[in-house]
């Protein structure tokens, strides 16, 4: 996922959070409701506060967050998500495999129409030789 919508989750668990609990939430709170790692929203959070979408505050023991500006979550660049280097190789290895299964198919046309040529030609001889046989 990309920050931009990473950043609009954020925000939309913060509110949830502070509606349902009536204050602030933990950092940690609104992170797992999201499902991402402590560490994860602490960052993402450090990049909404210079920005100045939330504002954290320093409790004794935690750090509780609210939103400021909602809207400066909009000077975030979107990224398109890119394919993940397992997709890539693995349409690597699809075209490669079906490349080789037409070439290997190739082969084995050649192969039937030099079988059938080959017969042909032994037929025709047979015949030949046949001919010979009853014209003496």
């Known amino acids: 996922m990309d920050t931009y919508s990473e950043a609009h989750l954020f925000v939309a668990a913060i509110r949830v959070l502070e509606h349902r609990q009536k204050r602030p939430p933990m950092i940690e709170d609104v992170s797992e409701m999201i499902g991402i790692s402590s560490e994860e929203g602490h960052a993402l959070c450090r990049k ?3 920005i100045g979408a939330v504002v954290i505050i ?3 023991y935690s750090l509780k967050l609210t939103v400021a500006d909602h809207l400066q979550l909009e000077t975030l660049a979107r990224v398109q998500p890119q394919q ?3 997709a890539k190789e693995l349409e690597e290895f699809q075209a490669k495999k079906k490349n080789a299964d037409r070439k290997t198919a ?3 046309t050649e192969l039937e129409k030099k079988k ?13 030789e046949m001919n010979k046989h009853t014209k003496s």
């Open 58 to 60: 320093e409790a004794p």
């Open 116 to 128: 059938r040529e080959m017969l042909s030609d032994i037929e025709e001889k047979f015949k030949k």
């Open 106 to 108: 190739d082969i084995y």
């Open 48 to 50: 909404m506060q210079k």
């Open 84 to 86: 993940t280097t397992l």
